[in-house]
């Protein structure tokens, strides 16, 4: 079967984002979503088709980068809300408050995320969301069916949501253990699996996101990453040691620290357990001197 076009600009898009990896220059995909897997081919299709996205991957893996990314390409104000924070049905569709009007007071209700992204066509991003609080899953299902309609219960006002309104979800599902996702919200989404980036592609990531410019403790810090994420599937150290957000956050530091001390702070005191520290200081030690 001979697949169908996308609209000329998605396609544009798509033709700039496979020359992007011989051209820095691309506005999205400078500081955007580094691709692996055709990732970003295949979600955005499917954010054109309106079906509703779901990441899942291990912390700090670029899911929320990735939403972000696809987003940008369709010029699309993205709302954010985090189900693992304890969400309301407040934080999710807004509140009441008393306004000052010509010289009277009147209610006005301040629309949430949930709300101004259905009412205005943008994206929501619902992170977290196998953490959500029970009271607030008729809203996501609402959100997440295909009639797309949720009756706000602080105005009784029916909120059918613009054809261009789009949910991403985001899962931190490690390769340990998670919180499974409700099977009905499951249901309601195509699949993605984001991974850790390795090798050359994180080395990218490294150069494009931090001030670390100095080639040999790139090659290191990557190499480094490369063997905590193979700890990591073994359970030897806790995801977070693996994660690309902290990893980016050592080698800003390792600009004017040693890259020993810079990992220490970003990587090996996040983790609780003082065998997994070690490990972690040790495995460095292997690439850095003091
Ligand atoms: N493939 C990637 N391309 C570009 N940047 C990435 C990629 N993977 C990770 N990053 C960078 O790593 C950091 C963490 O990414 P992000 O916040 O998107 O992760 P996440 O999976 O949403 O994390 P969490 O589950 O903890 O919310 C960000 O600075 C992001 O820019």
Redo the contacts with the bound molecule.
Sequence with gaps: MIQEQLPTEIQEYLEKQSDYQNDFEHLYTKD???E?EGLIHKTVISYYMGKNILLK?P????????AETISAIYQKPMHSINCSVDLDAESLLGFKTIREQDGKSVIEFVEGPVVQAMKNGHTLYI?EINMARPETLPILNGVLDYRKTITNPFTNEVIKAHKDFRVIS?I?EGYIGTTPLNEALKNRFVIFQ?SY?TGDQLKE?IRA?TKLTDNQTIEYMAKLADELIEETKKGKVSEEAAS??AL?DACDLAVYLTPLTAIEHAISEKLDDEREKSFVMNLAETYFKE
Excluded: Y
């Design positions: 955007g979503f580094i692996t991957g912390t700090g893996s670029g899911k929320t980068k990735l992170d985001a931190n984001v980036l990531v996101q690309t957000r980016l």
